[in-house]
């Protein structure tokens, strides 16, 4: 396969992934399992949505759950300057794609898209901010999740997805071929200095696959896992604790909330940024993905659609 060249001076600058909004049927279920459970800080909420960031994060929101029928409504990235938004806003009509200008609670001036995935995106440039609480420890609690690393989406246009985004200036950290015809079926993009802020896997879609928060340390995964058997939903923990032998290397748990969205929980990835940092291939199946667990069926086929 041949990579696209990566593109180092972007036209604009998309600085990292920012946040994810999801629709679920019974929002006191999704704030006990969010907030009591994973630890998540309410920002603001009212009798419809509630706005949810980590412990680490000064934005306003990271995730946004909003009553309605499960879906995600959108997965939210940062540009660095207004500037830079109406540059994006720019790129994206030109390449012949719809956008529209929105007004978001919390958030400064918001442009909506979709990219050649099919993917529904938000980028804006600012937001309302709140304090930062990682050294609050009387915060703290349940997995006690940081901040919103990454989204993964399904799609059958890995090739598209790869040259758009990398002529956006994002980086390809990572990929996996399939060696039958050297195709690519995974790869990880990202902005903000380690291995993805978006990745793209082979399959069904557009869907979300899940987003990923980081915690403090590994001990979280495990206590987290016996936090949801304690709170009677055992079932929730989907896959890990365990580490991928894979992309990324993380050590992982995978969850499923009370309306099947998946969210990864984490404590690190590795840091790639110098110039001479480049891509790492796999080959499928040439690699563990779960180390010593195997994922179940539903892993890699169950997501949610885009509203």
């Known amino acids: 396969m041949q990579l696209p060249k990566m593109v180092y001076k972007p036209p604009f600058a998309v600085t990292r992934a920012s946040h994810v909004a999801l629709r679920v049927r019974d929002l006191q279920a999704s704030r ?14 009212n009798r419809d ?10 934005c306003h929101h990271s995730l946004t759950l909003r009553q309605g029928d499960p879906a995600c409504e959108h997965f939210g990235m940062r540009v660095l300057t207004e500037d830079d938004l109406e540059l994006a806003k720019t790129h994206f009509a030109s390449a012949g794609l719809p956008t529209k200008w929105v007004e978001v ?11 050649p995935a099919g993917t529904k995106l938000e980028f804006c440039a600012t937001m309302e901010t709140r304090p930062r609480l990682f050294h609050h420890v009387e915060a703290y609690r349940g997995a006690e999740v940081q ?6 989406i399904l799609t059958p246009r890995i090739a598209e997805s790869l040259a758009f985004y990398v002529g956006m200036g994002f980086r390809l950290s990572e990929y996996v071929v399939d060696p039958a015809n050297e195709e690519p079926v995974f790869i990880f993009l990202q902005r903000k200095g380690n291995p993805h802020d978006i990745v793209f896997a082979k ?4 869907r979300i696959h899940h987003f990923a928060y980081t915690v403090p340390e590994t001990v979280q995964l495990m206590t987290t896992a016996d936090l949801l058997v304690r709170a009677g939903i055992p079932g929730h923990v989907e896959f890990g604790p365990a580490r991928h032998f894979s992309p990324g290397l993380a050590r992982f748990l995978y969850l499923r909330d009370p309306d099947g969205h998946r969210i990864e929980l984490f404590p690190t990835h590795y ?3 110098d110039i001479e940092d480049e891509p ?4 499928a199946p040439d690699f563990l993905i779960g180390g010593w667990q195997t994922p179940p069926e539903r892993w890699f086929n169950e997501a949610t659609s885009f509203a």
């Open 49 to 58: 949505t509630i706005w949810l960031r980590g412990l680490e994060e000064g």
């Open 280 to 283: 790492i291939r796999w080959q």
């Open 203 to 206: 399959g069904d879609g557009p």
């Open 147 to 152: 901040r919103l690393d990454h989204a993964q």
């Open 271 to 273: 840091q790639t940024i």
């Open 32 to 45: 006990a399992f969010y907030v009591d459970l994973l630890g998540f800080v309410i920002s603001d909420e």
């Open 105 to 115: 609670e919390h958030q400064g001036k918001t442009f909506q898209t979709v990219d």
